[in-house]
């Protein structure tokens, strides 16, 4: 009896069986006709990949075990021991960890480039600089950079630009078209959905670039499991309905809080009043994305007293669920810089991360006004 599953069915094992030692070796002549071994590509884990890449407009790219080890993979894609990375430093504190605490360890040096500056590297490029990373929008101020605009700068330098897309999503915006170089997601968030997978996702705009993205996934053991594969691409499919809901509460939540008494600031870049929101809409087709900040008072109590009074926006450390929550950048994403960088960046203890669901927004906003009041 011949099957023909319409959704691909949870490849859940470790080794796939050959023949002979003929097959065996037909295998090392041609690696993609067939798999082998999880660890070096599965049917789920290449569908994610294969799918992302599509959104992306890449020629390839691998699915991770998390977003920290898709960041990890595209700056392996292009640095070796001695070379030198340059960093927004409008970055995902994660991002930060790993430049500072561990490629350190393999002499992998890092300068971090004010977001005011990234259009003028000359200062920061060093012989043996190779990349720099940044964000389309920016965790957890939601600065926009001008993909276009870098990507020209960076080339000037024979830079390559690694671009993280976790917060707009290829919805809004596709890196590549614009000139980057990688670009990445932590697939937990947006691209899966649902709060309940961890994984990530790396495209490459060149070809050979994809291919070392597939040997550093394969030896450093990288490879998403089958399972976790299966819940993206389950996520993904929903992917386009999804990002608007959020982009339209968002939005809405967004023009409640900058009209709160309560609320000192408010960085969306769906405002007219933010800095790059001509440059938002363009770069995002009109929609600015479900990831919003605003400050209250700098006092802790008062945060405290606002995690606790709301009832639809749990405390968590996370985002891009289709339920909404807030969380704390000094106290989780950024507790690992130094106080300096905190407040050169804005991170203050009155700073809050607000994730917008896809719930009936006027439920969230009644919520957000009694926790405020």
């Not at 996702?201 to 990288?222: C, F, N, Q, S, T």
């Not at 900058?258 to 600031?265: G, K, L, R, T």
């Not at 870049?269 to 008072?297: C, D, R, Y």
């Amino acid at each position: 009896m011949e099957i023909h599953p319409k959704i691909t069915p949870i490849y859940q094992t470790s080794v796939f069986k050959f023949e002979d030692l003929h097959e065996l070796e037909s295998y090392f002549e041609s690696p993609e006709s067939r798999y082998m071994y999880s660890r070096n590509g599965n049917p789920n884990s290449d569908e994610l990949a294969n799918a992302v890449t599509k959104l992306e407009a890449g020629a390839g790219g691998i699915a991770t075990g998390s977003g920290m080890a898709a960041i990890f993979a595209a700056l392996l894609a292009y640095c070796q021991a001695g070379d030198h990375v340059l960093c927004a430093a409008d970055i995902y504190g994660g991002s930060s960890s790993l430049l500072n605490a561990e490629l350190s360890r393999m002499n992998i040096t890092v300068t971090y480039v004010p977001f005011d500056a990234l259009y003028s590297l000359a200062e920061f490029v060093k012989p043996t600089t190779r990349v720099l990373l940044a964000e389309t929008i920016s965790n957890p101020l939601l600065r926009v950079a001008d993909l276009r605009q870098l990507a020209e700068e960076c080339h000037r330098y024979g830079l390559k630009l690694i671009v993280d897309n976790t917060f707009a999503s290829p919805i809004l915006t596709r890196p590549l078209a614009l000139g980057a170089d990688i670009t990445l997601h932590s697939v937990t968030k947006y691209i899966a959905g649902h709060s309940d997978v961890t994984a990530g996702a790396v495209v490459a705009a060149d070809p050979d670039v994809a291919v070392r993205l597939k040997e550093i996934g394969m030896h450093y053991g990288l490879t998403l499991s089958p399972m976790e594969s299966w819940l993206a691409v389950r996520g993904l499919k929903t992917l386009h309905l999804r990002i608007r809901q959020h982009c339209l509460n968002a939005m809405a939540i967004a023009e409640f809080l900058n009209q709160h008494p309560s609320v000192a600031a408010v960085y969306y870049p769906g405002l007219p009043t933010h800095p790059q929101h001509v440059l938002a809409a363009e770069q995002g087709k009109g929609l600015f994305g479900g990831m919003l900040s605003f400050k209250i008072a700098d006092e802790a109590e008062k945060v405290n007293q606002l995690m606790r009074r709301s009832q639809r926006f749990p405390f968590a450390p996370s985002l891009a669920g289709v339920d909404s929550s807030l969380s704390y950048p000094l106290g989780t994403s950024h507790r690992y810089l130094t106080p300096e960088q905190q407040q050169q960046l804005g991170i203050t203890t009155g700073l809050i991360r607000l994730s917008a669901g896809i719930e009936p927004v006027d439920e969230l906003i009644a919520d957000l006004e009694q926790a405020l009041a």
